[in-house]
């Protein structure tokens, strides 16, 4: 069972958003803690699955992914089997950095990213496009980003 969340616990998951290789002594440097109880803190916010994995954010465009592409993807039929397929296909590509289930007009959408408008082309048509159960797909090209976070918003954040 979790235990639940106090405002040091939230200061430390604030600080690790802005720095996931932050050592537990800087952490605690910020959250004004010693080192011994802000790491067994972070270990039990790593435990209870709060801190689900810490990672390096990349740069895509640093890395030659210059496209971002939006698709909302439609399928033939709902059945537990076009679902299933549909989920582990999708997967199994790169390229597709999100997929979420939608209610509304259309089933999924897709964040993708490559590194131009021919490689999108050719993920289009060679794998997207031949998805188990695919009807219909609408893709929009992001132009700009005026926000990208991956920081949620915490009790006591601006």
Known sequence: MQKP????????LAEL??????????VADKVGLSQSPC??????????????RRVALLDRK?????VLIFSHVKLEAHSGDTLDDFREAIRRIPEVQECFVLMGQVDFLLRI???DIEAYEKLFFERLSKLPGV????SMI???????????????SP
């Open 5 to 12: 969340l106090d405002g040091i616990d939230w200061h430390i």
């Open 17 to 26: 958003q802005k720095d996931g290789a932050a050592t537990a002594a800087e």
């Open 39 to 52: 790491w067994r803190r972070i270990q039990r916010l790593e435990e209870d699955g709060v801190i689900k």
């Open 62 to 66: 640093a890395l030659g992914l210059n």
């Open 113 to 115: 990213v490559t590194r």
């Open 135 to 138: 009807r219909e797909i609408n």
């Open 142 to 156: 992001a132009v700009s980003a005026v926000k990208e976070t991956t920081e949620l918003p915490l009790p006591g």
